[in-house]
């Protein structure tokens, strides 16, 4: 058990410096890019990116552009709607946000010990989704042939039957389990021992 454990964590670090390395390259191709448009820009007499169109503005060159019905001028188009430079800047500060996550020595032991339970409880949690899988392809089943029954009666609004305004309508899935319930009990379709029994996992 502890050797698994030894092995898991030590996989797990690997794969969070894997992804600090991942991160830690594009943060300075970022820095990189950024400082070269920088430079560009005083080169150029500090001109930088094109300034941005604010909401009114660019909803009124749009107004324009369909007015002329394709036969807008250049001076219509419109730029991006946040420059280069702030997008980088955007993920840059979203990189050096997760970097200072994964620098935190509790993430490697808090992923390994995920890693680690998942791995102890994978084939509990593969019977739970086969039989809420099954479960729910066997609802459905049933909701047809309630609905087929329906469908066979000559006039449905003459009888009474149980539960009639629970089942055979609108899928049971949009119905509050607790609604159906209580009708199931109040009109003796279960009983509390069965509802405990089919509580059980």
Known sequence: ???????IHALTTAEIGRQVKIHSDRSRQIINERAAMY????????GGDTPIVDADERAAREHAK???NGSAPESLSLPPEITRDRMLLREQRGIEIVLKILADKGVAARASEAVFWAEEHSSQWRALCRDVTLTAIKLDALERATQEMIGQC???F????????????????????????????????????EIRKAQTC
Do not use: H, W
């Open 66 to 68: 369909s007015l002329l």
């Open 154 to 156: 000559p006039d449905i």
């Open 158 to 193: 003459a009888v009474n039957l149980p539960m009639g305004r629970f089942v055979g309508g609108r899928a049971i899935s949009e119905k509050p389990i607790g609604d159906l319930t209580d009708a199931a009990l109040a009109e003796g379709v279960v009983t509390q021992a």
């Open 1 to 7: 058990m502890a050797t698994k454990n030894t092995e």
């Open 39 to 46: 430079a560009n820009a005083l080169k150029n007499g500090g």
